[in-house]
C-alpha cells in the first residue's frame, strides 16, 4: 500500500526506482594500549593515512570542479587541521593505537563543536566523514560509501559527505533521501548543481527497506513509498510537462506582463561558468571568492593569482552584470591567517566584512586585484560585502573600494536583521542590496543553517523572513537602488514569484535552477505575483504561506 512520507525538498525533479543505502559507518576501534617504543611508528601511520585522505579529497574535488571543488578543498584542510593532528599524537604518546587516536581525537572534537554553541554542527557529516575515511585507511578496510550497482537506484543516507556528494553519477543515482541535513546543506546545494531531485530531513528515511520502490518529488519534498501505478504515472505526466516547459522557456527573465526580472548565477569559481552560461543566465549575482583562499589557509592568495581567477569569470559575461562577494571568512570558513581558533561563537564573532576590516591589507589587495581584472572588458562588474550590520559597515566597506581605485558600483549583503530593519540607512553609503537568505534565515530564528532538527526554521517561505526581504526591497525602491536575492530562497520557482511580487529586482541561483525558475515567472503576471506575495506574508507558518501563495497562483 502506498504511503507517503514528507521532508524538505531541495532539488527539483522526479525520481522513481529501488531504494539503495549507504555503506555502514566504519565500526569503533579497539582501545587497546601499545608499548611506548611503537608509539613513533603509530604516530607515521597516522600521519601517512591523514595525508593520503587530504590528498585523495583534493583530487576529488579537482574532478568535481566548482562548489564541489570549494567544499571538498575545506574537507581537506580539516583531514590535517595541526591542532586536531597534535591530539592525536598526544594520544597516541600515552598508548593509543593511530586508529583509536584518530577516532578519540575527532569525538573530542565533536565534543568541543558543541559546547561553542553547535554552530558548526552542520559540519558533522562532514567531519565524520573524514574520520571515518583515515580509520578504514588505518584499519585496511573498504571505505563506506555510495553503493555498487549496474542498475538506476534511489540513494538514501542518514546524511551524504561531500566527497560521495560531489561525484555522483547522475546515470545511476535517479535522486536521493537523507535523514538529516537541511535546505542549505553541502548536500542540498550539490545536488542541485548536480540536477539530481533531492529530498533531506526526511524522518525515518533509513528505515527504508533496501530494494523498497519510492517516488520522490523534490519539488514537494514528498517521498512516496511503494507508489501506485496511478501515481507514477501523475509523477511522470507532471514531470514530462514541466521539461517541456523548460525547453520552450528561453531568454531574459521576465513575468507574463513583461516586469523584467534578470536571472542571475551563484558561482563559485571558473568552473561553473561553463553551466551558468548553458543556462541561460543574465550575468552572475553571486561569485564567491573563498573558494581561491582554500588553496592554502596558511596565506592569501597572491594579486596576481586572484586577478587571473576574477578574469575568467568576468570574460564570460561581456555586457552582462557580475556581482562579487569579497571574503567570507570565519564561522563555518575559517582560515588560519585570519580567523582566531578560540572564539566560543564563531557565528556570532569575527567573520565576513569585520574580518576583513581587521585585515585591511587582505581587503585592499582583493579589491584592487578585481580592478585590474576588469580593466578593459564591457562588463558590468558590482562588488559586495557579507554580514553588513549597519550603515557604519556601509560606509567602511565603500571608503575601502574607493581607497581601491574600484570603478564598480559597491554593495552590501542583506544576512543580518539589523540590515533588513536599517535598509535605508545604509544604502545612503552603497548601490545595491543582495539578500543572502540563508543566513538571514539563520540569524532570524536562531536556528543553524545546517542543523537538520531545526529545518523548518531554515524554510524561506517563513513569513516572518518574507517581511524582512519585504522591508529591504520597499528600503532600495524608496532610494532609487536594487535589491536582489542570491540565497537558495531563489532556486525555488514558487517562491521566485514571491519575491518578485515583494518588489526584488533580481534572483540569482545555482544554474540548474534557472530553467525552472525562467518558466515559471513567464506564466504569472506582476500582480500576480504581488497577490501572491501579500497572501504569504499574511500567512502564520511557512507551509500556510507556500499554500496561499500557490493557490493565488493557481487561480483558486
Known amino acids: 500500500m502506498e504511503t507517503t512520507l514528507r521532508g524538505v525538498g531541495v532539488s527539483h525533479g522526479v525520481a522513481i526506482g529501488e531504494v539503495r543505502h549507504m555503506g555502514t559507518a566504519v565500526l569503533e576501534p579497539p582501545a587497546k594500549q601499545i608499548p611506548a617504543q611503537e608509539a613513533g611508528r603509530e604516530q607515521g601511520r597516522a600521519r601517512q593515512a591523514v595525508d593520503a585522505v587530504a590528498a585523495d579529497l583534493m583530487a576529488r574535488g579537482n574532478l568535481a570542479g566548482g562548489e564541489a571543488q570549494a567544499v571538498l578543498e575545506a574537507q581537506a584542510m580539516m583531514a590535517q587541521d595541526p591542532e586536531l593532528m597534535a591530539d592525536v599524537d598526544r594520544r597516541i604518546a600515552v598508548g593509543s593505537t593511530a586508529e583509536r587516536a584518530v577516532y578519540d581525537a575527532f569525538a573530542a572534537y565533536r565534543e568541543l563543536l558543541a559546547g561553542a554553541g553547535e554552530y558548526l554542527a552542520g559540519r558533522v557529516a562532514d567531519l565524520d566523514d573524514v574520520r571515518n575515511r583515515i580509520v578504514a585507511r588505518l584499519l585496511g578496510v573498504p571505505m563506506p560509501g555510495v553503493p555498487d550497482s549496474d542498475h538506476p537506484y534511489v540513494l538514501v543516507a542518514r546524511d551524504l559527505a561531500p566527497a560521495d556528494t560531489a561525484l555522483l553519477d547522475p546515470s545511476l543515482v535517479l535522486g536521493f533521501v537523507t535523514e538529516e541535513g ?15 531531485p533531492a529530498v533531506v530531513a526526511l524522518p525515518g528515511a533509513v528505515e527504508l527497506g533496501e530494494g523498497t520502490v519510492v517516488a520522490v518529488d523534490g519539488s514537494t519534498g514528498e517521498v512516496f513509498v511503494h507508489p501506485s501505478e496511478e501515481r507514477k504515472t501523475e509523477l511522470a505526466a507532471a514531470a514530462a510537462e514541466r521539461r517541456a516547459a523548460l525547453a ?67 570574460e564570460a559575461f561581456p555586457e552582462g552584470r557580475v ?17 582566531p581558533a578560540d572564539e566560543p561563537n564563531p557565528a556570532l564573532g569575527v567573520r565576513g566584512l569585520r574580518t576583513l576590516l581587521d585585515h585591511p591589507d587582505v581587503l585592499r589587495t582583493q579589491l584592487t586585484a578585481l580592478a585590474k581584472a576588469a580593466e578593459g572588458l564591457p562588463v558590468h562588474l558590482e562588488v559586495m560585502a557579507p554580514m553588513v550590520a549597519d550603515r557604519a559597515d556601509a560606509r567602511a566597506f565603500a ?42 534565515a539563520q540569524y532570524t530564528f536562531a536556528a543553524d543553517r545546517q ?31 536594487s535589491c536582489g536575492v542570491c540565497g537558495e530562497a531563489a532556486s525555488d520557482p514558487l517562491l521566485a514569484c514571491v519575491l518578485t511580487g515583494l518588489g526584488v529586482t533580481s534572483l540569482s541561483m545555482g544554474a540548474a535552477s534557472l530553467p525552472y525558475v525562467r518558466a515559471t515567472l513567464a506564466k504569472f503576471t506582476l500582480a500576480q505575483c504581488e497577490r501572491a506575495a501579500a497572501a504569504a506574508r499574511a500567512a502564520d507558518s511557512a507551509e500556510e504561506a507556500r499554500s496561499a501563495a500557490q493557490g493565488v497562483l493557481s487561480g483558486e
Open 182 to 196: 537541511g535546505p542549505t546543506s553541502h548536500s542540498a546545494i550539490l545536488a542541485r548543481a548536480l540536477g539530481v
Open 248 to 314: 520552450a522557456s528561453t531568454g531574459p527573465g521576465a513575468t507574463a506582463d513583461g516586469h523584467k526580472v534578470p536571472l542571475l548565477a551563484n558561482v563559485g569559481g571558473p568552473a561553473d561558468v561553463p553551466a551558468a552560461v548553458a543556462a541561460g543566465a543574465e550575468g552572475v549575482g553571486l561569485f564567491r571568492t573563498e573558494f581561491l583562499f582554500l588553496d592554502d589557509s596558511e596565506r592569501a592568495p597572491s594579486e596576481e593569482k586572484q586577478i587571473a581567477a576574477y578574469r575568467q569569470v568576468l
Open 399 to 440: 571608503d575601502a573600494c574607493r581607497a581601491a581605485g574600484l570603478r564598480a558600483k559597491f554593495g552590501a549583503m542583506v544576512e543580518i536583521p539589523s540590515a533588513a530593519l536599517r535598509a535605508r540607512s545604509i544604502l545612503r553609503d552603497v548601490e545595491f542590496l543582495s539578500l543572502g537568505t540563508n543566513d538571514l
Open 451 to 481: 542543523v537538520g532538527a531545526v529545518s523548518r526554521l531554515q524554510d524561506p517561505w517563513q513569513p516572518a523572513l518574507l517581511d524582512l526581504v519585504a522591508l529591504s526591497a520597499e528600503a532600495a525602491r524608496a532610494e532609487g537602488k
Open 323 to 339: 556581482v562579487v562577494r569579497v571574503l567570507d571568512a570565519g564561522a563555518d570558513k575559517p582560515l588560519a591567517f585570519l580567523t
